[in-house]
C-alpha cells in the first residue's frame, strides 16, 4: 500500500517569513495529492491539491510543487500569518486503491508575530 | 449545501452503553467514510462505503458497527467501547470512490469512553 511521509514534523517560523513542508510517498501510481490544514479542535479542511499531470499549483500565498520522478511534494507558504499557525496533513491517493486518502504524520507550523 | 454535520459534537459514554454517531452530507456525493483521529496523529482509515455499500473494513472491531441508510446519511454504532477508543471520530465524504477528489471532513465527534 501506499506510504506518505512527512517533514518536519515541527517547523516555527516568524511572521512574514516562508515555511515549505515536504512530503514523499510510495506508491508511484498515485496521482492525487491534497494537503488539509486542521486548526485545534477543528475538522482537516482541503487548502490545495495538485493531480500528478501538474508539477505546481498556486493559490494566492500557497502553492504546492510535485516531482513524479523523485516522488515527492511540497507545500509552499509565503508571507506567512498567525492565522496559519494550525497542523498540515499532505495526503496522496491513488486510483489503484479505490481512492483512499493515506496522511503524512503531520507538520505543526507556528507562526509567531 | 457543501459542508458535512457531524452529530452530536461531544459524547461522553461509558464501557457497557451503547450510543450512535451521525454524519450528513447532501452534496450528492456517493462516497462517505468514517476515520478515527487520536491527538497530534493523522486521521486513520476505519470505513469506506461506496454507494451505500461497505466496500472497506480497516480490520476495525466489531465494537465499532457502521450502517448506511442512504446517500445522504451515515452512522456509526458504538457498543462495548474501551477508554482507548476515546478519539475525535470524522467523517467525510467525496463524489465517488473511483476518482480522485478532496474529502469534505465534518466537525467530528469527540468521544471519550469512562
Known amino acids: 500500500g501506499e506510504n506518505v511521509e512527512q517533514h518536519p514534523s515541527t517547523l516555527s517560523v516568524q511572521e512574514g517569513d516562508s515555511a515549505v513542508i515536504k512530503c514523499t510517498y510510495s506508491d508511484s501510481a498515485s496521482n492525487y495529492f491534497p494537503w488539509y490544514k486542521q486548526e485545534l479542535g477543528k475538522r482537516p479542511q482541503l487548502i490545495i491539491d495538485?493531480?500528478?499531470?501538474?508539477g505546481e499549483k498556486k493559490d494566492q500565498r500557497i502553492a504546492v510543487t510535485l516531482n513524479k520522478t523523485a516522488k515527492h511534494f511540497s507545500l509552499h507558504i509565503t508571507e506567512t500569518q498567525p492565522e496559519d499557525s494550525a497542523v498540515y496533513f499532505c495526503a496522496a491517493t491513488s486510483n489503484n486503491a479505490g481512492n483512499m486518502l493515506t496522511f503524512g504524520g503531520g507538520t505543526r507550523l507556528m507562526v509567531k508575530p | 449545501d457543501t459542508e458535512v454535520t457531524q452529530t452530536p459534537k461531544h459524547l461522553v459514554m461509558g464501557m457497557t452503553n451503547k450510543k450512535s454517531l451521525k454524519c450528513e452530507q447532501h452534496?450528492?456525493?456517493?462516497?462517505m467514510y468514517w476515520y478515527k483521529q487520536k491527538a497530534k496523529k493523522p486521521p486513520e482509515l476505519m470505513f469506506v462505503?461506496?454507494?451505500?455499500?461497505?466496500?472497506i473494513n480497516e480490520s476495525v472491531p466489531s465494537r465499532f458497527s457502521p450502517e448506511c441508510p442512504n446517500s445522504s446519511l451515515l452512522n456509526l454504532h458504538l457498543h462495548a467501547l474501551q477508554p482507548e477508543d476515546s478519539a475525535l471520530y470524522l467523517c467525510a465524504s467525496s463524489q465517488t470512490t473511483g476518482s480522485n477528489y478532496g474529502y469534505t471532513f465534518g466537525s467530528g465527534t469527540r468521544l471519550t469512553v469512562v
Open positions: 462505503y461506496s454507494y451505500e455499500k461497505l466496500s
Open positions: 452534496m450528492g456525493h456517493r462516497a
Open positions: 495538485i493531480r500528478s499531470n501538474v
